[in-house]
């Protein structure tokens, strides 16, 4: 009887700590949401990014997304105000933006 609950017990463990699944609106709030964070930290300092809108591609082989953002770009020191692509590789744990234009 203990084997079975002690089985039973990490059975449940292991389904528990299964990385949930995203994808629709979830994904993509999740995606500008990592992109932001990433213009936040690593943006000039003078320069206020918003990013708008994502569209993606899942590479599974490589398990990534393809990405590409539609950021509008506020320096006030040039007095600059502009939307621009912006296009990056994105992990599927989200851990690093990966900048390819």
Same mark, same amino acid.
């Given at each position: 009887?203990?084997?079975?609950? &002690?089985?039973?017990? *990490? %059975? ?5 700590? @299964?990385? $949930? #699944?995203?994808?629709?609106?979830? %994904?993509?709030? @999740? %995606? #500008? ?5 990433? *213009? =936040? ?6 320069? #206020? !990014? ?7 591609? +899942?590479?599974?082989?490589? @398990? *990534? !997304?393809?990405? +590409? ?7 006030? =020191? #040039?007095? *600059? =105000?502009?939307?621009? &692509?912006?296009?990056?590789? &994105? ?8 900048? $390819?234009?």
């Amino acid at each position: 009887m203990r084997p079975f609950f &002690i089985f039973g017990i *990490l %059975l449940t463990v292991a389904a528990a700590c @299964k990385q $949930k #699944v995203i994808s629709g609106v979830e %994904l993509e709030n @999740k %995606l #500008v949401k990592t992109m932001q964070d990433y *213009l =936040d930290k690593s943006g000039k300092k003078d320069a #206020v !990014y918003k990013v708008e809108d994502v569209t993606f591609y +899942a590479d599974k082989e490589r @398990k *990534l !997304y393809n990405c +590409a953002f539609h950021v509008n770009v506020k320096a006030a =020191d #040039v007095k *600059l =105000d502009t939307t621009g &692509i912006m296009r990056a590789d &994105i992990p599927n744990d989200f851990s690093k933006v990966m900048r $390819k234009q």
